[in-house]
């Protein structure tokens, strides 16, 4: 069992910047893969960043270029740098692990931008 704690949501100003963390309860070292996913009031949850085991890295359309999605193995922990912050990126900010086979969940995080 591994339990994900995300942190760094909060309130940002349009064009600002926030550090979402999710610090995993064990080592990340044999982790599949790691995703950063959001939901916004009334829509569905969609995929934002992915992390492979082997460090490749991808972003959604959306957040291309503003996004970027990192791993800290020492410290068991996922990172979301979000920069040039968009109103439209208001939402809750879940992490989700696969590791051996198995997925999950962090309780999310609330990020909300005002424009």
């Known amino acids: 069992q591994v339990q994900l704690v995300e942190s760094g949501g909060g309130l940002a100003q349009a064009g600002g910047s926030l550090r979402l963390s999710c610090a995993a309860s064990?080592?990340?070292?044999?982790?599949?893969?790691a995703n950063w996913f959001r939901q916004a009031p009334g829509k569905q949850r969609e995929l934002v960043a992915t992390?492979?085991?082997?460090?490749?890295?991808n972003v959604a359309d959306s957040v291309k270029g503003r996004f970027t999605i990192s791993r800290d193995n020492a410290k068991n922990t996922v990172y979301l740098q979000m920069n040039s912050l968009k109103s439209e990126d208001t939402a809750v900010y879940y992490c989700?692990?696969?590791?051996?086979?198995?997925?999950?969940w962090g309780r999310g995080t609330q990020v909300t931008v005002s424009s």
């Open positions: 064990r080592s990340i070292l044999s982790f599949n893969a």
């Open positions: 992390i492979t085991s082997g460090g490749s890295t």
């Open positions: 989700r692990i696969t590791i051996l086979g198995s997925t999950y």
